[in-house]
């Protein structure tokens, strides 16, 4: 696995499975392999795997940790959020699952839920960047202007080299109106992350609010340069016509 041999540990795994069908570190085996068939794009191979090891090990709040994040990536937040639901119910103070349950009852719009689990983790880690975006987030949904930008202020004041802050201000600015703050802070997100394709089709977006389509179409076709999807890039152009 080291080497990235990964077929080959494979069936070293599954050797040793046959060999000692009941031995007590199996779970240990059959987690190696949900993780062996999950990087080689196996995603059915992978839970049956996970499943026999959280089987084997049911307090095993790794095991659940890292099917939920598949279950995440396959789209299946119902059953992520029964494993996060599990971990926290043995570790309440867990921040990847508070985190991740958070994210999850956001884009549902449980927005008191979110906000919970965002603030627990505060609580826990006051400078916590992802959970004050979050909370920034829930705020804005939830019609709380002004806690949402005290929310994104911080991350800012915290985080003054990191991108994301300043590009999920300028989004809150652009709502709200506030063109020259907007412009600043896309512009100072795409100075610090200039491979960022997101940021260029942000500011695309935000020129074309503006009426400047020329900077628009140039920012549109940086974005299809660093990597942007087509799907992406067509939301984009959509709102040229």
Known sequence: ???????????????????????????????????????????????????????????????????ASLFMKIGDDSRALADY???????????EALFMRASIYRRRRQLKDARDDFE??????????QALQGLALVNNADRRPHEAMEDINAVVTLYPNHAAGYALRAGFEFERKMYEQAE????????????????????????????????ARQDVRAAARLGASPADISTVAGLER
């Not at 080689?40 to 095993?60: C, F, K, N, V």
């Not at 200039?194 to 935000?206: C, D, G, I, K, S």
């Open 184 to 215: 600043k802070d896309y512009d100072r997100a795409i100075e610090l992350e200039p491979e960022n394709p997101t940021f260029r089709l942000a500011r695309a977006r935000f020129f074309i609010d503006t009426r400047r389509k020329r900077l």
């Open 120 to 129: 627990h983790i505060l609580r826990l880690t006051p400078t916590h960047e």
């Open 85 to 95: 639901n599990d971990v926290l119910f043995e570790e309440p103070d867990h921040q």
């Open 1 to 67: 696995m080291a080497a990235d041999s990964l077929l080959a540990a494979e069936a070293v795994i599954r050797q040793a499975l046959k060999a000692e069908p009941a031995a007590q570190g199996n779970v240990l085996l059959w987690g190696h392999l949900a993780q062996i068939a999950e990087r080689t794009g196996r995603d059915s191979a992978a839970l049956e795997a996970y499943d026999i090891a959280i089987g084997l090990a049911p307090q095993g709040l790794g095991l659940r940790i890292n099917r």
